[in-house]
């Protein structure tokens, strides 16, 4: 019983991952499918400090110092809901490990390929029985939900979601059948249709980014023909739809990234050793006279809330989770780690949060990178283990 259990366990973190292209928020999704199971697991967690005790105590060292900064906070945040939400990550773990256990990298990327396929066409055919006209879709900004009517209601989380979309139909594309190149191209156009009509800059940055990062360490003749089938397809849907000109007003909207940032790294200065405390309110106040309560970028909030102290912890624990990855590359994942990373450094908030796009663009992929490499190491490291790990990709 204890062995389906932590096969339910596995099963419900692909669901909960997957339902990010199809629902506004995925959090009820969460507490059924990982929390709850979760629970039932929080005694395995000793086993993975035996695993790799520098590891998991470096993901609890800065879960609760940052739970316990709350007690210093004038702002909302509360040293209970730091506990919950920490309590939520650490069942998130133990979801991942379950389903890493299970699934190698390689059905993982093809099941968020699939996923992401199934729900680009659901949001196109949506579009076309829909009634926003053809012009005002492209000059606007829409959310997924506000353009098909379901889906995230937030433009920066849908263009994030389909970049990632972006990333695993690339990640798939090399020695594929040519039927199969051609799905996963047409994938990639849908995709980046999507996220040109949500008009958020940060995932159209960052989703480069971390292309040409995979290009370079690939090196696959595969990947230069990709890019240049859909540097061709692009330059025509400029060309024929008159994007350029879209686009090129949407680049020079006012931006107020680097006033925010500025303030944010004076809220640092005058708190630099322990920071502000979880859930305090930036108070950062805009030129056009709007205030924002968090510094849009998440790498700066850490710092904001937590001070040299959280911050060095937050460096630590990428430090020690990383550590193996590299060394055992957990390719895809530490991918899509860095795609997320360079999403949230332009409009992320703390990553001590319930469901939220920031987990989508750092718990998760940091997670997976991390338990994939622990259970790579300790196939390697078990009798007969190499033949296995060859059969299981």
Known sequence: MQERAHGWLAFGFIVFLVSAFFLEGSQTLFYILVALP????????KTLVSMDSWGVCSILAFLGYFS???LWSSGDG??????????????LALAIEAAVKRFSMNSIVITVAVAAAIAAIAYLVS?????IPYRRLITGRFS?????GWGPDNPITSGVVFGLAVISAWWLFPRRAWYVQVVLMLLILASLLLMFVSKSRGPFVALPFALLLLVCFRRSRADFVLAA???LAMLLCVVLLNLDEIALNR????NYRLGIWMQALERIREHWMFGQGFGHDARILLSSGRSVTHSHSFVLEIFRQGGVVGGGLFLLMLVLLLRRALVHPAGFFLLWLIYGAVCLSTNGRIVLSRPSVEWFSFWLPLLLAYFAAIHARVGREQPGSDELLRQNG
Do not use: H
Not at 127 to 131: A, H, I, K, R, T
């Open 38 to 45: 979760a629970l039932l697991f929080l005694g395995r967690l």
């Open 68 to 70: 316990l900064s709350a």
């Open 78 to 91: 509360s040293l209970q809901t730091a506990l919950k939400f920490s309590l939520y990550i650490i069942c």
């Open 127 to 131: 579009v076309l029985v829909g009634d």
């Open 144 to 148: 997924l939900k506000a353009m098909a």
């Open 229 to 231: 089938g859909l540097g």
């Open 251 to 254: 680049a020079a909207a006012p």
